[in-house]
């Protein structure tokens, strides 16, 4: 029940966009994203709780579609601090269980 | 606050030897998880408890693993005998009321584990 996230990598150079997918094969609860730099704890970025949802605070952004089983994350004008690994965490049912994808390494360039 | 608090932040041990891994979570939250990340399998879920008791412990590897919480203030993650394969950064995080806020789940600073 692991979420899928794609793609597993990408490379960006400064003030370019980015999109990361999550997806369920099942209808959704929440949707939670976090960033982990190198060597440090994941940090907790958003969690969007409806379908249609979309939530997002400086150039970061989300959505949550209308079935409730995907997710994507946006980055917009990319700065060096966002490089690092985006999980998404998903919760089916509310249990308080929440499941990470397998991450999505960000690099950003100057 | 001071966050989410782990130890040791760094193990070393031999295979075979028992390992405990401690985790002081933030006052007040009810949630209590235990992750291990490794880059092979990212970061999984071994176990959680709300307000002391554990409510799914279905990702806890084998029975070489055990976890308690004896308070609210204090949780434990054991492994006995431990393997080279459980070497990894394991991760402690806790949340309050079911995400009734922000959702957040705060995170410690992780206890990096190897077994040679």
């Known amino acids: 029940q692991q979420p899928v996230q794609s793609p597993q990598a990408v490379i960006l150079r400064e003030g370019e966009d980015a999109v990361i997918n999550c997806s369920s094969s099942k209808a959704l609860y929440s949707v939670h994203w976090y960033r982990q730099k190198h060597g440090e704890a994941p940090v907790f970025l958003m969690i969007l709780l409806k379908g249609g949802e979309q939530k997002g605070h400086d150039k970061i952004s989300a959505s949550f579609n209308e079935k409730k089983q995907q997710s994507s994350l946006y980055l917009t004008a990319s700065q060096l601090s966002y490089s690092g690994t985006y999980f998404c965490?998903?919760?089916?049912?509310?249990?308080?269980?929440?499941?990470f994808g397998q991450g999505t390494t960000l690099q950003v360039k100057p | 606050d001071a966050g989410v608090i782990q130890s040791p932040r760094h193990e070393v041990t031999e295979m075979g030897q028992e390992v405990t891994l401690r985790c002081k979570p933030i006052?007040?939250?009810?949630?209590l998880f235990w992750y291990r990340q490794t880059m092979m399998r990212g970061l999984e879920l071994l176990i959680y408890?709300?307000?002391?008791?554990?409510?799914?412990d279905s990702g806890m590897p084998e029975d070489r693993f055990s976890a308690k919480m004896p308070n609210a203030s204090f949780s434990t993650l054991k492994i006995q005998p431990s393997e080279p394969r459980d070497s990894a950064v394991y991760f402690c995080?806790?949340?309050?009321?079911?995400?009734?806020?922000?959702?957040?789940?705060?995170f410690g600073e992780g206890s990096r584990l190897t077994v040679l």
């Open positions: 995080a806790s949340s309050f009321s079911r995400f009734a806020n922000t959702g957040e789940l705060f």
């Open positions: 006052s007040g939250h009810d949630y």
């Open positions: 408890f709300n307000n002391n008791v554990p409510i799914d």
């Open positions: 965490g998903t919760e089916i049912g509310d249990t308080g269980k929440l499941i």
